[in-house]
């Protein structure tokens, strides 16, 4: 079984402040992950993922993500948030080979103030 | 923004009726997805498809149908409409990535549905 968890329901941070979304997963064997952000009345847009190599992964909009395998995490992150940051961000998780079955955590509501 | 096109985006009906949720992708892509989400709530898998003529359920049980008769199409059906499917709809698509299993989903804009 495969399941991801992103323990905050909202992330608060200020304009120019850095930014993190935590993610951690558990599978067996080795994941793959991605993170993907919903703005209001939208559909989900992929941000980044991770496959293998590199475990900083550079996504869209300024964000990146740390895989760490020893934490089993995957924590979203951006230097300098923007109010236009503000909306839902999804971490998921699928496993190597055939269907891709991909499985979502409950989203985190990041909330950029001013 | 992702070629993939979800009618009606929104949908109020009453209990009993038959509705049919429209998803479009113009993006020639194999697989397709519909999840159910409730507000600001994580995503479940209901159906999907790896081409034409193939369709499975997903993880959540759901009352729903789907059919793939067209590539680009791949509406979910509802025979009988209940209080309990109100939520929004979500259509997905994606193609098949050189590592298998890393594949992006393209998401449509969603359906939200409530049934009185």
């Known amino acids: 079984a495969q399941s991801v968890a992103q323990p905050e329901d909202q992330v608060n941070v200020a304009e120019g402040n850095p930014l993190t979304v935590k993610c951690t997963y558990s599978?067996?064997?080795?994941?793959?992950l991605f993170w993907y952000v919903q703005y209001p009345n939208r559909g989900l847009q992929f941000l980044l993922k991770?496959?293998?190599?590199?475990?900083l992964v550079k996504g869209s909009y300024g964000f990146e993500a740390e895989f760490n395998k020893s934490q089993t995490s995957f924590h979203l992150k951006k230097p300098s948030a923007l109010v236009s940051d503000s909306a839902l961000y999804f971490c998921?998780?699928?496993?190597?080979?055939?269907?891709?079955?991909?499985?979502f955590g409950t989203g985190t509501k990041l909330q950029v103030i001013p | 923004e992702a070629d993939i096109y979800q009618t009606p985006r929104y949908l109020v009906i009453g209990t009993g009726k038959k509705i049919t949720l429209e998803c479009s992708q113009t993006?020639?892509?194999?697989?397709m997805y519909w999840y159910q989400q409730d507000p600001g709530m994580e995503l479940h898998l209901i159906h999907y498809?790896?081409?034409?003529?193939?369709?499975e359920k997903g993880d959540l049980s759901s009352e729903s149908t789907v059919s793939r008769i067209r590539t680009e199409h791949f509406p979910l059906t509802l025979e009988s409409a209940r209080p309990s499917h109100t939520s929004q709809y979500l259509c997905?698509?994606?193609?098949?990535?050189?590592?298998?299993?890393?594949?992006?989903?393209?998401f449509g804009p969603g359906t939200r549905l409530t049934v009185l």
């Open positions: 997905a698509s994606s193609s098949p990535s050189t590592v298998p299993g890393t594949d992006t989903q393209y």
């Open positions: 599978v067996s064997g080795n994941p793959y």
């Open positions: 991770y496959i293998t190599g590199d475990n």
């Open positions: 998921a998780v699928s496993l190597p080979g055939g269907y891709q079955k991909v499985t």
């Open positions: 993006m020639g892509h194999d697989k």
């Open positions: 498809s790896y081409g034409v003529n193939s369709t």
